[in-house]
């Protein structure tokens, strides 16, 4: 469903400022003036789908005749000097939009230590989880001055411990028991 509402355009000295007033303010910018649509369709499409996910209401457009910009301006800055000034409808399908640019996967190639892909792989660890639920991969390692001696060297791997950990167990603990 397409979703419309009138934006103020201010042609400012180094671009272009944007403001919605029927959403409390809400502002972007560009420095030219398609850079300025681009950034307010944005914008409008991260605004709309926000309220939508936490269920606000938002307010009805108003018509593109009771903007009026220099009113809006006024009552931004009262000591702004007047520069040139628009009022145009910005348009964007939010469901569209927000399936394209905010819940789109992409895939993203990943370097790291061997032997951290293989405790991870040991545990059966989908990074890609790790990476979307922003949890850190704490690594606990216990070394001694030659760490690259095998028999020298005690690794425990700790993931989500945070999730996972039982009552009142301390990280390395957990780390062990985890294997």
């Avoid at 926000?50 to 005749?65: F, W, Y």
Wanted: charged share 25%.
């Amino acid at each position: 469903m397409l979703s419309m509402y009138p934006a103020c355009f201010f042609n400012e000295n180094d671009g272009y400022s944007v403001v919605f007033p029927d959403l409390n303010w809400l502002a972007t910018q560009g420095d030219t003036f398609e850079e300025a649509m681009e950034m307010a369709v944005e914008c409008l499409a991260g605004y709309l789908h926000t309220c939508q996910m936490d269920g606000d209401t938002v307010p009805k457009p108003s018509e593109l005749s009771d903007i009026h910009p220099e009113e809006v301006a006024k009552e931004l800055d009262p000591e702004a000097p007047l520069c040139e000034s628009f009022v145009n409808m910005v348009s964007v399908d939010v469901a569209l939009y927000a399936k394209e640019h905010f819940e789109k996967s992409v895939k993203k190639t990943l370097t790291i230590p061997a032997w951290l892909n293989k405790a991870a792989l040991e545990q059966n660890i989908n990074f890609s989880l790790v990476l979307i639920n922003g949890k850190t991969i704490e690594t606990y390692i216990t070394k001694s001055v030659n760490f690259r001696k095998k028999e020298e060297r005690k690794i425990a791997f700790d993931v989500y411990y945070d999730l996972n950990k039982q009552k009142n167990e301390e990280p390395l603990a957990f780390a062990i028991r985890m294997g």
